[in-house]
């Protein structure tokens, strides 16, 4: 069974600030790790995706995993007011070939 | 592009009250979801299907039902509607199975009376 954990709930930073969420799991075998964004009243959009240990940059995004210790995590760059919203962390479970959504961390950029 | 269409946006019903959404997807694409998300919190698994006629129950399926009438469409029915899943019901689409981007629809708010 996965367990996919976020934290913080909720971050409050400055616009032009370095943001970093961050995300746990359980399965060790997991493949697949996803960042999806969620504004308010809309629909979720992926962001970002890994599949392999390291790190992935696009744009004032950066996503790490390090499969050893469960751990994956989002940086955001020059953070913007446009960067408030709901990020949703996403691992695949192995067993079932699903994946299980985290709570998500709700971001919120001050002008 | 493709886009998703969810229906109705707002969904009120009484207590008991079976109730249907309906999704629709124009990416041409195998794989489809409902996901219910409750307020301000991450999505959980209701029903999946990897291709037309499949159908697969994830982890909150216990009081749906769903059907894939066709590739393009996907619907789900509250079978016995309680105060307790008043939330947000979000259908999703992807090219294939886990592994690809999962597209999501605008959502339908169920409100229970």
């Known amino acids: 069974q996965q367990n996919v954990q976020q934290s913080p709930e909720s971050l409050i930073v400055p616009e032009g600030a370095r943001t970093s969420l961050n995300c746990t799991f359980s399965?060790?075998?997991?493949?697949y790790f996803w960042w999806y964004r969620q504004h308010s009243g809309k629909a979720p959009k992926a962001l970002m995706?890994?599949?392999?240990?390291g790190e992935k940059e696009e744009g004032r995004f950066t996503i790490h995993l390090n499969k050893a210790s469960l751990h994956f995590s989002l940086h955001i760059r020059d953070s913007q007011p446009s960067d408030s919203a709901l990020y949703l962390c996403?691992?695949?479970?192995?067993?079932?070939?699903?994946?299980?959504f985290g709570d998500g961390t709700v971001l919120t950029v001050k002008p | 592009g493709g886009i998703i269409t969810q229906t109705p946006k707002f969904l009120i019903g009484q207590e008991g009250q079976k109730l249907t959404l309906k999704c629709q997807q124009n990416?041409?694409?195998?794989?489809m979801y409902w996901y219910r998300q409750d307020s301000g919190k991450g999505l959980r698994l209701i029903y999946y299907?990897?291709?037309?006629?499949?159908?697969q129950k994830g982890d909150l399926s216990e009081g749906y039902d769903a059907s894939r009438e066709k590739k393009s469409s996907f619907s789900l029915t509250v079978t016995s509607a309680q105060k307790n899943e008043m939330a947000v019901f979000l259908c999703?689409?992807?090219?294939?199975?886990?592994?690809?981007?999962?597209?999501f629809g605008p959502g339908t708010r169920l409100t229970v009376l």
């Open positions: 999703a689409s992807s090219i294939r199975d886990w592994g690809y981007e999962q597209y």
């Open positions: 399965d060790s075998a997991s493949q």
């Open positions: 995706s890994i599949f392999s240990n």
């Open positions: 996403a691992a695949h479970n192995t067993n079932t070939g699903k994946l299980t």
């Open positions: 990416f041409n694409h195998d794989t």
């Open positions: 299907s990897i291709t037309e006629n499949d159908l």
